[in-house]
Each structure stands twice: as structure tokens, then as C-alpha cells.
């Protein structure tokens, strides 16, 4: 395979990882994050640290990511998950860019030159390899009480209280869980570029999750998987455009968004039941417009 090629995969792979955990926040559970490059960052330098200084197994720095990442996401939540609406994300925002300037800042892990001669462990067969269990992971908690719990958070959350559903805790292990998956995939990132540097995780890389999320469609992990591989792979597409290539790469995100105002699977699965469903809808509404022209 093309070494370029390759490394465009690896991207997206490692994109797709951290857009699975957002896609469980706020396609599921309805809260929008604009902080999950902070956890990556969290990620990348545990990681790291973990690797380059101690010496440890590569394995053993995907965890320790993915733990710290939780954790902190954990604190962060018992803050600011009382928070409605528009507030919650103010402070995710707050709390990503808090992130990025402590790293900044902070001498011992580089500060604002960064870190370099971070080890190259990061392979396409393990970033295949966790996505598929990540995928797994998420489609099995979806589909379980839990899952089903915080879709009702999501869709009527005071509806979702009176029912007996515990809302603060289902927000809570949405967030974990959602920083858990950001953590992993900073530790991918850490170990695919072999440097890391706080300005890599800053806003802009969250706006890019949460765009991810929303053009593959809310409420669809198929839509979470497919929207990181188009957009990942469509900036490089759009080289042979030079400096219009951003230009073009946002007309086409405004371009999907209008025609498919629910992202491109608009919260179907592609799994059998959900083509069924699909095709049931539409021959519904075939056939409710071939009533109406009857009339």
C-alpha cells in the first residue's frame, strides 16, 4: 500500500476513535462538547510519558490514556454536568483550551516547543484493531439498558427524571466513557506523528470532532464511522486546489448539511434492521404521496 495512502488511513482511524466517544455524547446522549481535543492532549502525554520516560510497552500507554483522560473527565463532570444547554458547552470549551495553556506552559513536557522523539509504536493494524473494538464497545452499549437510558436523557430529559432515570449519572458515564475513547486515540495520534505540542489540540481540533459527528449523522455510529473517513480523506483530495482547499472543504460540509439536514445516515445503522427500517419509511411515504395524488 502507498505509504501516503496509508498514513491518510491511519488518520482517519485515529479520528474515528475519538469521534465514537463524542458521537456517544452528543449524537446518544444529547450533550454537545467542544473540549475533547483537551482530552486527547490528556491522552498524547500520558501516553507518552508513559512510553518515552518509564520505559513501559506501548500497550500499557494506551491504557494509562485512556484512565487519565476518564478520570479527569470524571472530575470535569461532577462541575459541569449540572448545567443545562448551551452552559455545559461553554465549559467544555473552557476546559479544552485550560488544557491546552497548562501544557503550554508547562516546561517539563515541552511547553510550547513541544515534545519530539516520542517512539513510533503506532501501526495500521492497531489503530484497525482497537476501532473495531471500540465499534463493538459502542454498538453493544447502545443497544443495552444503559444505552437506552441516556437516548432518553437525550430526547426528553425531565421525561427521562421522572421515570426514575438517574440523568446525572448517565451523563456522567457518557462523558467517561466519551474521554476515555478521545484519550486512546491522543495516545495513537502521540505515537503515529512522534511529537506532540499543545497548539495540535487546541479549539480547532474540537470543532473538527463535533463537525465529524454531525455531518456522519446524530445518533448513528455507521454515520460516526463513514462521517471520519469522507472527512478525513477530502482535505487531502482537495490539494490539487491549493489555498481554495479549505474554502471547498467547507462548501462541501455546508453542501451535505443542507441537502441531509440529519447528517448522511441521519441515525440509521447499516445493519439489517436498520436497511429494513430504511425502506420501510420509504415506501410509507411512496405511498402516503400516491394517496394524496388520488385525491
Known amino acids: 500500500m502507498d505509504t501516503y495512502i496509508q498514513g491518510i488511513i491511519m488518520l482517519a482511524g485515529i479520528n474515528l476513535m475519538a469521534v465514537l466517544g463524542l458521537s456517544l455524547l452528543t449524537g446518544f ?15 498524547a502525554y500520558s501516553a507518552a510519558i508513559v512510553t518515552s520516560l518509564l520505559k513501559l510497552p506501548f500497550v500499557f500507554g494506551i491504557a494509562a490514556s485512556g484512565v487519565m483522560a476518564g478520570v479527569v473527565a470524571l472530575l470535569i463532570g461532577k462541575l459541569t454536568l449540572k448545567l443545562k444547554g448551551d452552559y ?107 511529537f506532540i505540542q ?12 463535533t463537525i465529524i459527528v454531525i455531518f456522519g449523522g446524530l445518533g448513528s455510529i455507521s454515520g460516526s464511522v463513514l462521517g471520519a473517513i469522507v472527512l478525513t480523506f477530502l482535505p487531502e483530495m482537495l490539494r490539487a486546489v491549493d ?17 441531509r439536514p440529519r447528517g448522511l445516515m441521519g441515525g440509521v445503522e447499516l445493519t439489517p434492521s436498520g ?16 394517496e394524496r395524488s388520488a385525491q
Open 29 to 43: 446522549t444529547g450533550l454537545f462538547s467542544f473540549g475533547h481535543a483537551g482530552f486527547m492532549a490528556i491522552g
Open 88 to 194: 455545559f458547552c461553554i465549559a467544555t470549551l473552557g476546559f479544552g483550551e485550560a488544557i491546552r495553556l497548562i501544557l503550554d506552559n508547562f516546561q517539563g513536557l515541552g511547553g510550547s516547543r513541544g515534545w519530539p522523539g516520542i517512539p513510533a509504536y503506532t501501526s495500521i493494524w492497531n489503530i484497525v484493531i482497537v476501532d473495531i473494538l471500540g465499534v463493538i464497545f459502542l454498538a453493544n452499549l447502545v443497544r443495552s439498558r444503559h444505552g437506552r437510558n441516556m437516548i432518553a436523557v437525550r430526547e426528553e430529559e425531565l421525561a427521562a427524571q421522572v421515570a426514575g432515570i438517574d440523568v446525572v449519572k448517565y451523563k456522567t458515564l457518557a462523558l467517561v466513557i466519551s474521554a476515555v475513547y478521545a484519550g486512546v486515540a491522543g495516545a495513537f495520534l502521540g505515537h503515529y506523528m512522534t
Open 198 to 209: 499543545p497548539k495540535m489540540f487546541a479549539l480547532i481540533k474540537s470543532t473538527e470532532l
Open 243 to 259: 489555498k481554495w482547499r479549505l474554502v471547498a472543504y467547507g462548501a462541501a460540509v455546508i453542501l451535505i448539511m443542507i441537502t
Open 275 to 290: 436497511i429494513r427500517k430504511v425502506l420501510a419509511e420509504h415506501r410509507a411515504k411512496r405511498k402516503a404521496n400516491a
